[in-house]
């Protein structure tokens, strides 16, 4: 099977912190603003990027590495909401949340007209998205209570949240970031 050019790989914990689990939702609440602050200026950036591409062949790398940065931060906060990590998300450091997204060659890479059309043709995803999210509530629940009682993350649910945030982070490279034409593929494994 050929591996698809963006991966994430989040590292699996043997133990996790009760007392940080139980008020993990309360804990999250600053590092999620300071994050809505930035992504309001994501959207924006988008567009501007489809534009150079489809104009000017061009995706400008200090944009590229923009995007790159704050996909690597809402993926660590998204691992420390979650309670795969413990650690507190930082805002500059990878810490245990390993994104590859190539900076693509725009000429050669990516064909200049596909941004026009690609969130249609990633519908598909936001739909089986949309339901994988809500069973990754469900699992993140459950995940809750196995921590409060073992202090440990199960390791099933684990492997499928990161599935899951890894097909989202391919859906989002294809579609947002602009950074591959080739189609993510339907699957949680890398």
């Known amino acids: 099977m050929k591996q698809y050019p963006v991966n994430l790989k989040i590292d699996y914990s043997e133990a996790s912190n009760k007392l940080t689990a139980l008020i993990r939702l309360i804990l999250v609440i600053p590092i999620i603003i300071v994050l809505a602050l930035i992504s309001s200026y994501a959207e924006a950036l988008s567009l501007a990027v489809a534009l150079m591409i489809l104009?000017?062949?061009?995706?400008?790398k200090w944009w590229f590495d923009w995007n790159l940065a704050l996909t690597k931060f809402w993926l660590r906060i998204a691992a420390y909401g979650l309670l795969m990590r413990?650690?507190?998300?930082?805002t500059d450091d990878d810490q245990a949340v390993k994104v590859d997204i190539p900076y693509p060659d725009v000429k050669k890479d990516l064909n200049r007209w596909m941004p026009l059309v690609k969130w249609i043709l990633a519908i598909p995803h936001f739909i089986v998205l949309v339901f994988m999210f809500?069973?990754?509530?469900?699992?993140?629940?459950?995940?809750?209570?196995?921590?409060?009682f073992t202090g440990r993350y199960p390791k099933g649910i684990f492997d499928f949240v990161e599935g899951f945030l890894r097909w989202s982070l391919r859906?989002?490279?294809?579609?947002?970031?602009?950074?591959?034409?080739?189609y993510p593929p339907f699957r949680l494994e890398e």
Request: hydrophobic share 55%.
């Open 171 to 182: 859906v989002n490279a294809y579609v947002f970031l602009l950074t591959t034409d080739e």
């Open 55 to 60: 104009f000017r062949e061009k995706y400008p």
């Open 134 to 148: 809500i069973a990754v509530v469900f699992c993140s629940v459950f995940a809750w209570f196995a921590i409060l």
């Open 86 to 90: 413990d650690e507190y998300p930082s």
